[in-house]
């Protein structure tokens, strides 16, 4: 599940936080992975990080959710975006190579989302 916090006032964000905008705590989840969205900019780095797929390319997009905008950051499934685009979330096992760093592979989880144009 892609995981976003609704709080009273209203608002939405993405990564949820404990304390929303207006100060208060979340009241609700949101799955965003069912809903699509709009890519607003994107970028492709060509030096990744030790185990990321290279060239990697980034998108921020804006979902619209009953009305409230809630952005997210993220990797695209192809090389190729264009602002504007309609995006979906989609589930991805490994986002990176968890052998290829420094870090315990089992220390952390390496799956998530991508974005992949509709």
């Known amino acids: 599940m892609m995981e976003a916090y609704r ?14 905008p207006g100060g208060e705590e979340p009241v609700d989840t949101v799955d965003l992975s069912e809903y699509t969205a709009e890519v607003i900019t994107w970028t492709t780095s060509t030096a990744t990080p030790p185990g990321v797929r290279e060239p990697n390319t980034l998108a921020i997009v804006e979902f ?3 009305g409230e905008p809630v952005r997210a950051l993220g ?26 760093g420094i870090r315990e592979p ?7 989302y991508r974005f992949e144009p509709v």
């Open 75 to 100: 990797g695209v499934t192809t090389e190729e975006v264009t602002i504007g685009d309609e995006v979906r979330p989609v589930y991805v096992d490994e986002l990176r190579d968890p052998e290829a």
């Open 64 to 66: 619209d959710v009953d």
């Open 7 to 20: 709080y009273p006032d209203g608002s939405i964000t993405f990564p949820g936080h404990p304390i929303g």
């Open 106 to 112: 089992d220390s952390q989880a390496w799956d998530g």
